[in-house]
């Protein structure tokens, strides 16, 4: 993993770049949450890589939104490792939110009953976690 500035300095884009054998995970600091974007294809190869490398953003236990709508593949290993993923942080109450893409579709298409939470794109993502920490304010005593 390095940590690089966006190619257009006015506008930052992305903080950390994590090259896994066939697929970069782009991570952007986000004020409500940490967002993780993945680019190209994740199988058996790269899968648990990729999955310790998320959980490495994980410890600072903020809301995480992984974003699959650049991924080409997602293999069974790769499907795994994102149940896993999800079933960890509910376990732990983090929030997290997994935006769908087409490398999602054939397989959440074949299991049904995946659980996993998924949301149209970032700025559902986002709006979810903002209207969750509204209703926090403003109900005192709710954890999280």
């Not at 299991?111 to 509204?134: F, T, Y």
């Amino acid at each position: 993993m390095h940590a690089v500035d966006s190619p257009d300095q006015r506008r930052p884009r992305y903080r950390y770049v994590v090259n896994c054998d066939g697929a970069q995970m782009f991570v952007y600091a986000r004020s409500l949450a940490t967002v993780v974007r993945m680019d190209g294809g994740i199988d058996a190869s790269n899968a648990g890589q990729i999955a310790a490398e998320i959980r490495r953003f994980t410890r600072a236990r903020t809301p995480l939104i992984i974003d699959l709508t650049h991924l080409d593949f997602l293999g069974i290993e790769g499907f795994q490792q994102l149940l896993a993923l999800n079933h960890q942080h509910q376990a732990a109450g983090l929030y997290c939110r997994i935006v769908s893409g087409a490398a999602l579709h054939p397989l959440i298409r074949v299991v049904k009953d995946h659980g996993l939470p998924l949301v149209r794109n970032v700025a559902e993502a986002l709006q979810l976690i903002e209207d969750a920490l509204a209703t926090r304010r403003q109900a005192p005593g709710l954890v999280r």
